[in-house]
């Protein structure tokens, strides 16, 4: 077989099937389907509390899920822990760039990596981690409480990358950020695709998520309503009207 052929054969990396998640009364995702190929950026699209985190949430193993499946690289994983997953290589950059303010730059890394063990390693990835974020080699020694928005966004994904994911749960990374500072998120998002991470990248930014990714879902108010390639979704008058302004 050639390399063309190759390609053309895709291979799922994660599947969700026919999930249920509830908080309490609330059913928070409602028989949700989705399906990540190696390699992809697929995005998720929807408005405020459509379940988006849910979501990442319940891949990542921080919610349970009621009921459906979840498959990553063939495997069932829906009840596995969350430190778990991070071993097989799915990775969650949080919403709201949870960093540990009272910590530096470099430990909240080095916490990022707290699966693994070989040092040497684990030094390269952090030098890895400082070319790919050059802000934050410079602050390498300073509290991550005390970065600005951006940085701790750069951290909060940096951090996320140190367990060297295979698939990256990326949410909401442009929230609050200056338009300067979003694009040079999306390039490093751009750059990791390129580096053969895949990625589900939660923002409420459609049109430049809608640019980056491969294809997308819209989730309403728990349930997918509409998924299709992002070229397609970015003219679609639904999309349009609902998410594109
Ligand atoms: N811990 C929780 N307990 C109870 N309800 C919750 C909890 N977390 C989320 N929810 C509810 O679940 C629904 C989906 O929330 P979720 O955070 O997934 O939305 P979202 O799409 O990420 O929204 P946003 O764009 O505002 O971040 C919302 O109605 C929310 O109020
Ligand atoms: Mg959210």
Known sequence: MNTDEHRLIKEIILELQDLDVNYGGIQALKQVNLTIQKGEVVT????????????LRA???????????????????????????????????????????KQTVLDNLLLGAYIRSNQA??????????E??????????????????????????????????????????SLGLAP???????????????????????????NLALQI???GYVLEAGSITLTGIASDLIHDERVKKAYLG
Do not use: C, W
């Open 59 to 101: 891949i990542s193993k921080i919610v349970n899920p009621q009921s459906g499946a979840i498959l990553y690289n063939g495997r069932n994983i829906t009840r596995r822990q969350a430190h778990e997953v991070v071993e097989m290589g799915i990775a969650h950059s949080p919403e709201g760039r949870r960093v540990l303010a």
């Open 213 to 215: 990714a491969d294809r």
């Open 132 to 173: 790919l974020f050059p802000r934050l080699a410079q602050r390498r020694h300073q509290l991550a409480g005390t970065l600005s928005g951006g940085e701790q966004q750069m951290l909060a994904i940096a951090r996320a990358l140190m367990s060297k994911p295979k698939l990256l749960l990326l949410d909401e990374p």
């Open 44 to 55: 998720l699209l929807g408005a405020n509390g459509a379940g988006k985190s849910t979501t």
């Open 121 to 130: 390693e684990i030094k390269a990835d952090i030098q890895q981690q400082f």
């Open 180 to 206: 300067a500072i979003v694009l040079e998120i999306f390039s490093i998002i751009e750059n990791l695709r390129g580096s053969g991470v895949t990625i589900l990248l939660v923002e409420q930014n459609a």
